[in-house]
């Protein structure tokens, strides 16, 4: 993964973020992605159980949220989130956003392959004003 030289700066210092993807090399690239740019901590959870139990039990400045998993929408952990205010963004392999209930398609979607550039944007616009 390629960023531009004229992408603006991405600091990630400090972030903790979970990525639910249920492909691991997917997660696996996203997660040295976000390593490369200084998150503190980069978890992963395949499926919709674990991603609970993770969120659940620890803190989490964002999230990395796959729309399809194994058959099963990530929709439950979205909200999950979004109770718990942390922010997040959906990566998907479907053009529409017609997947997602109306209560969720008001956050970012990126399409897959993800651009590591704007993924890092949004991260980095989400986290803001997150605690480092």
């Known amino acids: 993964m390629n960023i531009g030289a004229d992408s603006k700066p991405h600091n990630l210092n400090g972030l903790a973020l979970i990525i639910v993807e249920d492909d691991f090399v997917v997660a696996q690239s996203l997660a040295d992605l976000l390593e490369a740019f200084g998150a503190k901590s980069v978890d992963m959870a395949s499926n ?3 991603a609970l139990s993770k969120i659940n039990t620890q ?3 964002a999230a990395v949220l796959d729309v ?3 058959g099963g929408n990530v929709e439950p952990v979205a909200l999950k989130l979004e109770e718990i205010g942390v922010p997040f963004l959906f ?3 479907y053009a529409s956003r017609d997947m997602l209930p109306e209560e969720l398609q008001k956050h ?3 399409l897959k392959p993800v651009n590591p550039t704007e993924m890092l944007d949004l991260i ?9």
């Open 48 to 50: 919709i159980d674990q």
């Open 59 to 61: 803190a989490f400045d």
């Open 68 to 70: 399809n998993l194994l």
């Open 91 to 93: 990566v998907t392999g």
């Open 108 to 110: 970012p979607v990126l």
């Open 124 to 132: 980095c616009d989400l986290t803001s004003g997150a605690e480092k």
